[in-house]
Structure formats: C-alpha cells, structure tokens
C-alpha cells in the first residue's frame, strides 16, 4: 500500500505502539512534524532496508539510472513478436498449439 501519513513529533509519541503496529500490517509510512517542519520518517525494516540497497547501488554504480533509462528506450524500439507467433512463421504449428493451450490452462481459473 505504501501510503504515506503526517502527524506532529508529540501526537506520534503518544501513539508509538499504533504506529508500530499500523506500519507493520500495512506497509504505511508516517512523516512526524516539528512546527509544522517534516523532521522524521517512521517506516517499516524492510522498507528501510530496501531503501538503504538502493542507495548503496546508485552510490556505487553513480551512472546505473541514466544507463536503465537508456535500456528501456532501445527496449521501446523493439518489435516483439508473440511466441506463438514465431513458432509458426517457423513452421512449429504443433508447438505453437502446444504452446497457447498451456497458456490459455494457465490463465483459466481453476474450480473447486
């Protein structure tokens, strides 16, 4: 969810443990204020972790986001063809069969 709460430093004193356990099931971030001046973040381990990786990636890697960037361009140039697709131009018509039941097994819900 990942949504993101304000309150004053005193009001998230008082609810500490609220917090806690409101960041730990829902994945909420809190943004605690000190006359009206964001000061602090309370966010979950994980999500602090995450973000901790993340910078120490970027730190060493300092040209990795321009380098993405660049990927998913090229990416956005390409034509793809579906796989089914391009075992027929091939001339595997049974594989491609084989190939769209599997998928369309796939995406069948399932009865109970």
Not at 26 to 42: A, C, D, F, N, Q
């Amino acid at each position: 969810m990942n949504s993101k709460t304000t309150m004053p430093i005193t009001e998230g004193r008082a609810r500490l443990y609220e917090i806690a356990e409101s960041i730990s099931k829902s994945g909420k971030k809190y943004v605690l204020t000190e006359r009206g001046r964001p000061t602090l973040v309370i966010m979950s381990l994980a999500e602090y972790e995450g973000w901790q990786e993340t910078q120490d990636l970027m730190r060493n890697f300092p040209r990795l986001a321009q380098e993405l960037y660049e990927r998913s361009k090229d990416y956005e140039k390409v034509d793809f063809v579906p796989l089914a697709s391009a075992l027929r131009q091939k001339g595997l018509n049974k594989i491609a069969q084989r190939y769209e039941k599997r998928l369309s097994n796939r995406n069948t819900p399932k009865r109970k």
